[in-house]
């Protein structure tokens, strides 16, 4: 069982920057996919962007595209995403989530993953 854990979630201003941050608690961290979702109020949890156990390959909902970075240092079992120009419409509880990866896949199904943080709270004022 893989434990994670977000953080780095704040308000902010439109046009602002934030980075989150999610601790793996997996002993082979680098056997994971990640990916990050977000839930806004009253509507379903989304996919957001999602990165691979190896070759790093990436993928972003088409809303977030050249704004928003995921990236993953597994030397410190660390996936991060890097939010920039940060819009109203981005405001929503932020979550990590983990799965056994296929070598080189990104998974933008959040019934594929099977470890969830806990959430880290993001709020951007227009």
């Known amino acids: 069982q893989v434990q994670l854990v977000e953080s780095g979630g704040g308000l902010v201003q439109a046009g602002d920057s934030l980075r989150l941050s999610c601790a793996a608690s997996?002993?082979?961290?680098?056997?994971?996919?990640m990916g990050w979702f977000r839930q806004a109020p009253g509507k379903e949890r989304e996919f957001v962007a999602a990165?691979?156990?190896?070759?790093?390959?990436?993928y972003y909902v088409d809303s977030v595209k050249g704004r928003f970075s995921i990236s993953r240092d597994n030397a410190k079992k660390t996936v991060y995403l890097q939010m920039n120009s940060l819009k109203a419409e981005d405001t929503a509880i932020y979550y990590c989530?983990?799965?056994?990866?296929?070598?080189?896949?990104?998974?933008?199904?959040?019934?594929?993953?099977?470890?969830w943080g806990q959430g880290t709270p993001v709020t951007v004022s227009s």
């Open positions: 997996a002993r082979t961290f680098s056997d994971y996919a």
């Open positions: 990165i691979s156990s190896t070759n790093g390959n990436t």
């Open positions: 989530a983990a799965v056994p990866g296929i070598r080189g896949r990104v998974y933008t199904e959040k019934n594929k993953y099977t470890n």
